[in-house]
């Protein structure tokens, strides 16, 4: 029972980290689009393709939080009086960042609007920084079982900064690829290869990353580096091949199959990690059978997540369908 | 009267407790209370939007779809910051409490579930809502907005079901401080679920439309005397007005549940000293050493209102043991509290009186100027009305987190300098809060001067013309 809503909890994870982690990327591209003329137009795509779809995306990350501390609730109060700084960042980026998107969407001037789109990407940077940290520390066993752990030193080692990193390197190369095939969707070719430029090197930077992620889990985490070579090896060199792959057909200009390879390798890096983990919820001491609430309550659990499967997916198709056909544009 | 010494006073924490408890609270009565306020618009203006859409649609009133449009453009700008501020909330009851959540999270936690599951509907099809404007089907676009309204009162309901829950918790068995079982429709259907919901469901929907109401005051005081005012006026006034007879007969309902299911919180509602029958109405005063100071008191009232007659006995604080009594301070807050909430909504009840009189006389949207100026100021003592409601809820729990299984300094996290974070926290939703009033000033001035809100969007390119069928007809400003 506690492993079925272990793996809810993960599902709502990897789609937190597709769905709004692409969105977070977006706001990083949105950072380094450059001045109000010269990033006029990557602005503007990002702000269409976004706009109508950002709520629902961000709602995963509450589904996770209410799964997490239903489910497992001793684990969420060890996480948050462990790693509350890196926590209370996350917040205060969601607070900036859709606060800022909104405003900025309604705000009239451009000085206005420049403010606002500051903060909504400086946030978008903050954020999935500070969620890789936290995942880094609680896969690293950082967070002790009974809460209260060291409030810097929890989250301020190798894994949890290579966490960080990765996570701000993945958003943007997750949103890179989805605004390329956007803009070739908007028959922009000049907007579809500066997107297939940042797809590419954010490609090769979390490439990168990852590669020097396996030393600095080799020296810092153990364990984890173990499971991850072993158990996990065989979605580690998945999510590598989807990588490469994806990499090719951005080469190429091909459009079939781009995001999904590139939704594939991620997907795949954080099965990797709960996989690894398994069956730990906290590092390698709390073990989800030994965190988890009463078999009522996950009962509930699952059947709100049954529910939520028969009126929020097809729900969800149909925004990103609208979405995607241009029907909810913004005007 | 309450000095600048009281107030000190009340400020600085008690010898036993802990040194986070004061700030975590503050930040806490904050932060929900910002976020409360959010709540109709997310809510219940939704679905005001979709009374003025149904009227444009039906009626072929352009003046009407042209209200539901901005309606829904400005409940967007809401809904994202209730949606932030409500994330926030869910980090705090991890960081700032989490006694309640470890011991707790397993029979309080799963509401929220439920909560996120009508949260996301809400968040989807408010974006199909908000964004389909011109580009989907009329009827099919007004359909996609029918979900917005009932999963905000579906979510509503899940959340006000976790916080009845600590006001009379059930369904659960403890071992050794532990949750063993958990029995869940016991939980959701708490003693006090049924009475919290539909009062705060209800005070959504007369916030919201007192809101509205009150936004197109003070244009027909100032002149703008037209069509589009007077039905924006007309459908956001008629809600709450209707609605507020049935308020003030569920609340009195509901004071009287609290009388029978949580008479330690009754005793602090009517500042009830000791137990006692023949006991007066206090109307305003306050609670020094155990004593009734400054109130107007009206015999036999308090016991009469309790249950109807002068030989009521009332339960007293003395009938609290004396560590977990709530101290005066809380019973004052609790006690002015609720009279603020009973004051301001007898206020907007006479207001709806006195519409349906004008209405009998005139027919017509009432011209008097008093009548419209008291208008003016409706939203606002409408909010009051609601910030004090839940002072009376949370306040008058204390000092319980969840009453007698859990006392609220146990409740609270250790770590970390909460005054700090409070004062981050404020800095940060006070900038939010000019932000979007901002924003919403800027989105009227647009709306003004060009009539029209296809502008140009951010850094965007001009806009595409559109179909003119789609168009709302010529406006009336």
Request: charged content about 15%; aromatic content about 10%; hydrophobic content about 50%.
């Amino acid at each position: 029972m506690q492993d079925t809503v272990a793996i809810l909890l993960f599902v709502g994870v990897i789609a937190y980290a597709l769905l709004g982690g692409a969105d977070f990327g977006a706001g990083f591209w949105d950072l380094t689009a450059g001045g109000a003329e010269r990033g006029r137009r990557p602005r503007h795509l990002i702000d269409t393709s976004i706009g109508p779809v950002w709520e629902a995306n961000h709602t995963w990350l509450i589904y996770c939080l209410v799964i997490l501390w239903s489910g497992f609730p001793t684990a969420f109060t060890a996480i948050t009086t462990t790693l509350y700084l890196p926590l209370i960042l996350a917040g205060l980026g969601i607070v900036l960042r859709g606060a800022a998107f909104a405003f900025r969407h309604n705000a009239m001037r451009t000085p206005e609007q420049r403010l606002y789109g500051a903060l909504f990407a400086v946030s978008s940077v903050l954020t999935p920084y500070s969620f890789g940290a936290i995942a880094g520390a609680i896969a690293s066993g950082r967070v002790p079982t009974g809460g209260n752990g060291n409030a810097v030193a929890g989250w301020n080692h190798p894994t949890s900064h290579l966490g960080g990193i990765l996570a701000v390197v993945v958003c943007a190369y997750l949103a890179a690829v989805y605004l390329h095939v956007e803009a070739r969707r908007a028959d922009d070719p000049g907007l579809a290869r500066y997107f297939r430029d940042r797809g590419l090197a954010a490609g090769v930077a979390a490439g990168a990353v990852s590669v020097a992620g396996i030393f600095v889990l080799h020296s810092d985490a153990e364990r984890l580096f173990h499971d991850l070579s072993h158990v996990a090896l065989p979605l580690v060199i998945g999510a590598a091949v989807c990588g490469i792959a994806c990499m090719l057909l951005l080469l190429t200009d091909r459009r079939v199959l781009l995001r999904q390879t590139a939704a594939a390798a991620v997907a795949l890096v954080v099965c990797g990690w709960g996989v690894a983990q398994y069956p730990y919820l906290l590092g390698t001491h709390l073990t989800l059978d030994e965190a988890a609430s009463p078999r009522a309550t996950l009962q509930v659990l699952i059947v709100v997540a049954c529910v939520a499967g028969v009126t929020v997916l097809p729900s969800l198709i149909l925004l990103f369908r609208l979405a995607g056909r241009g029907r909810l544009t913004i005007h | 009267m309450l000095t600048l010494d009281a107030v000190l006073n009340g400020l600085a924490t008690a010898a036993d407790e802990p040194a986070q408890l004061l700030p975590a609270r503050q930040q806490m009565a904050f932060t929900l209370g910002f976020h409360i306020i959010l709540v109709p618009f997310g809510v219940a203006l939704t679905s005001l939007t979709l009374i003025a859409h149904y009227r444009g649609l039906r009626r072929g009133d352009s003046t009407a779809l042209l209200l539901a449009r901005r309606w829904s453009k400005a409940a967007a700008v809401l809904f994202a910051v209730g949606a932030v501020t409500g994330t926030v909330l869910t980090f705090e009851l991890g960081v700032l409490w989490p006694g309640l959540m470890g011991t707790y999270g397993a029979a309080f936690g799963f509401p929220f579930s439920i909560e996120g599951l009508f949260f996301f509907l809400e968040a989807i099809f408010v974006s199909i809502y908000i964004y389909g404007w011109n580009r989907l089907p009329p009827w099919g676009h007004f359909w996609t907005g029918v979900p917005v309204s009932l999963s905000g009162i579906g979510g509503t309901a899940s959340v006000v079901a976790a916080n009845s829950w600590m006001n009379q918790p059930g369904g659960i068995t403890m071992r050794d401080g532990k949750v063993v079982d958990v029995r869940p429709s016991e939980v959701f259907f708490n003693g006090a679920f049924w009475g919290e919901t539909i009062h705060m469901l209800l005070a959504a929907y007369i916030v919201a439309g007192f809101t509205v109401a009150s936004v197109y005051a003070v244009g027909l005081l100032r002149g703008r005397d037209n069509g589009y005012h007077r039905t924006g006026f007309l459908i956001g006034f008629v809600t709450a007005a209707c609605l507020m007879p049935i308020q003030l007969f569920v609340g009195d309902t509901l004071a009287r549940d609290v009388f029978n299911d949580e008479p330690a919180k009754f005793a602090a509602i009517e500042m009830v000293p000791t137990t006692d029958d023949h006991v007066p109405e206090t109307l305003g005063g306050v609670l020094i050493d155990g004593e009734v100071r400054y109130g107007w008191q009206i015999p036999d009232l308090g016991s009469i209102l309790a249950d109807f007659s002068p030989s009521t006995t009332i339960k007293g604080l003395d009938a609290i043991p004396a560590d977990v009594r709530p101290s005066d301070r809380t019973v004052s807050i609790v006690h002015l509290a609720f009279d603020v909430m009973v004051g301001t909504g007898t206020l907007l009840a006479l207001l709806a009186a006195w519409f349906a009189w004008l209405w009998y006389r005139h027919r017509q949207v009432p011209r008097n100027r008093w009548f419209l100026r008291a208008c003016a100021v409706s939203g606002l003592v409408a909010v009051i009305c609601l910030e004090s409601g839940w002072v009376v809820t949370e306040v008058g729990r204390q000092p319980w987190t969840v009453v007698g299984l859990l006392l609220t300094k146990d409740a609270v996290t250790t770590e970390g300098n909460i005054w700090a974070l409070f004062a981050c926290v404020l800095a940060l939703y006070c900038a939010v809060a000019a932000a979007a009033i901002w924003v919403l000033r800027s989105m009227r001035r647009r709306w003004r001067a060009e009539g029209d809100d296809n502008v140009t969007v951010p850094y965007g390119p001009a806009p595409e013309p559109e179909p003119v069928a789609a168009r709302p007809g010529p406006r009336e400003q």
